[in-house]
């Protein structure tokens, strides 16, 4: 299967050299560029990811997560969400790669048919790294004020969460 997808990807790019060549296009020129306005675009981009990942590194290390984590648990405990999954809560909307690691690891503590495990399949499916992608998206356009679309992404996530409990307790 994965040569398909090799071939398929060789296929597009050949189909794009051939058709530039048909309506006469510079097709190396354009690509020169593509990679030069795609390479200016990641250098933009570069200081709001350091300074994300900076604080997110920050957060996990300095226990502000767990700290977080132990002063929510009975508010989400009264929701009726397992205690397990205020951390991947807290941590999904900063960093997809710490959710899934979380995820792994209750999986592998509880396996993957427990309660647990199955809210925190659905909740890391259904939820965005919301710092993340406003950091990429707006940053790579120049924007600086995200004072709509930020609370309105965390209201979805807070849906995504209320929505995996509710699903775990009647469906699950």
């Known amino acids: 299967m994965g040569q398909v997808g090799a071939a398929a990807v060789c296929a597009i790019i050949a189909l794009t050299v051939v058709i530039g060549f048909v309506k006469e296009l510079p097709v190396f ?8 306005s795609g390479a200016e675009t990641a250098f933009r981009l570069l200081p709001t990811l350091i300074g994300l990942i900076t604080a997110i590194t920050m957060l996990r290390a300095s226990g502000v997560i767990e700290l977080i984590t ?10 009726g969400m397992d205690p397990e999954i205020v951390p991947l809560v807290l941590l ?6 710490g959710a899934v690691s979380y995820v792994t690891e209750l ?7 427990a309660d647990v495990s199955r809210m925190a399949a659905i909740l890391s499916s259904s939820t965005e790294t919301t710092f993340y992608a ?20 965390l209201c979805g996530d807070l849906a995504a969460v209320v929505l995996s409990v509710l699903s775990i307790r009647l469906f699950g």
């Open 29 to 36: 020129t354009l690509f020169c560029e593509g990679a030069g």
């Open 70 to 79: 132990h002063v929510l648990e009975p508010m989400f405990g009264q929701l």
């Open 92 to 97: 999904r909307p900063l960093s997809g790669s």
């Open 107 to 113: 999986m592998a503590e509880h396996g993957a048919d």
């Open 134 to 153: 406003a950091a990429v998206y707006f940053g790579g356009r120049g924007y600086r004020s995200v004072c709509y679309t930020v609370p309105a992404a």
